[in-house]
């Protein structure tokens, strides 16, 4: 069965830090792999798609990183804000079938 | 821009009651999901759509039906409201080619609230 997972469940760092969100998946048969980011009570909003063939993709402060062979995807934020404080999840595409992780609750303190 | 709307932001309903939740996208994307998301559970998909009426049954499919008669909408429907299913729903669109750049755009979602 596939399965994505995301440590950590929860993180908590102040204002400017640089930080790393982790994505682990079983099976490598992956089609793309996508970040979105949720605020409470809303729907997902996509932040980077990384095809199968990329190893990463940038987006401002953001640059996502997947490598197959491992079964990992991370994302990095740098100099981190208030405002990125919201759940992060990434879901891996495996035909028409999406897996989504748990998320990772950010909370960046001003 | 690319948008997913879902017919209602809040709904308050009671048990027993038939319940639609409306979905529509401008894509012209052929696949559409729902999805419900609960603490603790994630996302969990209930039923998804790769064409118009066409179906396939998710992890949770029980105590919902689906219709899709236009390719851009899609609706859940809970026959039977119970109070379990208390939840925030998401609908959810891409394309069916399964190619690497194919995203999945996600609408506002709805918080159903079964009284």
């Known amino acids: 069965k596939q399965e994505v997972t995301q440590i950590p469940a929860a993180l908590s760092v102040p204002e400017g830090e640089n930080l790393v969100l982790n994505c682990s998946f079983t099976?490598?048969?992956?089609?793309?792999l996508q970040w979105f980011r949720q605020d409470p009570g809303k729907g997902l909003t996509s932040l980077l798609l990384i095809q199968s063939s990329q190893r990463e993709q940038t987006s401002g402060r953001l640059n996502a990183s997947l490598d197959k062979s491992s079964g990992r995807s991370t994302l990095y934020i740098a100099a981190s804000q208030p405002g990125d404080s919201a759940t992060y999840l990434c879901a891996g595409r495996y035909g028409q079938n999406f897996v989504f992780g748990p998320g990772t609750r950010l909370s960046v303190l001003p | 821009d690319v948008k997913v709307t879902q017919s209602s932001r809040y709904l308050v309903k009671r048990t027993g009651e038939k319940v639609f939740l409306e979905c529509v996208q401008d894509?012209?994307?052929?696949?559409m999901f729902w999805y419900r998301q609960d603490p603790g559970l994630g996302l969990r998909l209930i039923y998804f759509s790769y064409d118009v009426k066409m179906k396939e049954k998710g992890d949770i499919p029980e105590g919902y039906s689906v219709s899709r008669e236009k390719k851009e909408r899609f609706s859940l429907i809970l026959e039977s409201a119970s109070t379990n299913q208390t939840s925030m729903y998401l609908c959810a669109s891409s394309f069916i080619g399964a190619g690497e750049r194919d995203e999945q755009f996600f609408g506002p979602g709805t918080r159903l609230t079964v009284l």
């Open positions: 099976d490598s048969a992956i089609y793309n």
């Open positions: 894509m012209d994307h052929e696949n």
